[in-house]
């Protein structure tokens, strides 16, 4: 992985890095150097190459800032077919919008494991698989971001320019 | 026999978990969450019980691989 960022000219500090894809898993900067893109090792950490999209994040962006506007697209995408999906990924994106801002409830934190656990398996397609990866892998990885931004609100770094783009702004890319 | 659920027929009456407490929980919006471990021949009658009785007929009795021989 650190060979890749390397060959694609990434040399900033990096706070992790998004493996698969939207609904794939975010490793901490600190596993970059140790790990190798293999499907085998990247299973062992619950990752997988996925969409084969990989995306580093810089010291600069806000991880926490980040998270919501991919919850809130999540949450927008559903097909609206199954009870849990629509629930389930609203509640997500609800939550995680309220903890950047600085309202969300000390629970927070409890629901949004709680619900990225329950939802997948429980859709008539995948899409909650993948949205649930997205937020269950940046809740281990950015936790004191989490924090910090539930307990004190907005951080200096939220207002930066999208690092994961959503809606029109994918299709500029 | 397996117990699954049809996600986009269920609408949340919450019949089986009212039906089959030992198999089906719910979670905040009455959604049913069920484990995929097989149904015991002492919970089948329930079982079926539950799935008749779905609205919705969103809860369905599976024959599993290994029941049939």
């Known amino acids: ?173 | 026999v397996k117990l699954v659920v049809n996600p986009i027929q269920c609408v949340a009456h919450g019949m089986c978990a009212e039906l089959l407490p030992e198999r089906v929980t719910q979670d905040e919006w009455g959604y049913p969450i069920i484990d995929g471990e097989p149904i015991g021949a002492d919970l089948e009658k329930a079982a079926r019980r539950a799935a008749n009785a779905s609205p919705t007929l969103a809860l369905v009795l599976r024959q599993a691989p290994s029941d049939r021989g």
């Not at chain 1, 999208?162 to 994918?170: I, K």
């Open chain 1, 1 to 173: 992985l650190a060979e890749l960022l390397q060959s694609a000219g990434v040399d900033d500090e990096l706070s992790a890095v998004l493996i698969g894809g939207y609904s794939g898993s975010w490793l901490p900067a600190a596993a970059v150097a140790r790990v190798l893109l293999s499907p085998a090792e990247l299973a062992q950490r619950g990752a997988s190459l996925g969409a084969g999209v990989i995306v580093p994040l810089g010291l600069d962006a806000c991880p926490v800032a980040e998270t919501t506007r991919v919850a809130d697209y999540f949450a927008g995408e559903s097909a609206g077919q199954c009870g849990p999906c629509v629930n389930g990924l609203g509640a997500i994106a609800d939550t995680v919008r309220q903890v950047a801002s600085g309202t969300g409830s000390p629970s927070a934190g409890r629901d949004l494991a709680r619900w990225s656990s329950s939802l997948a398996g429980r859709g008539a397609c995948q899409f909650p698989d993948g949205a649930t990866r997205f937020v269950s892998s940046a809740l281990p990885v950015f936790t004191e971001e989490f924090e910090d931004h539930l307990r004190h609100g907005p951080c200096d770094t939220c207002h930066r320019a999208p690092v994961l783009p959503v809606g029109l702004a994918m299709a500029d890319r």
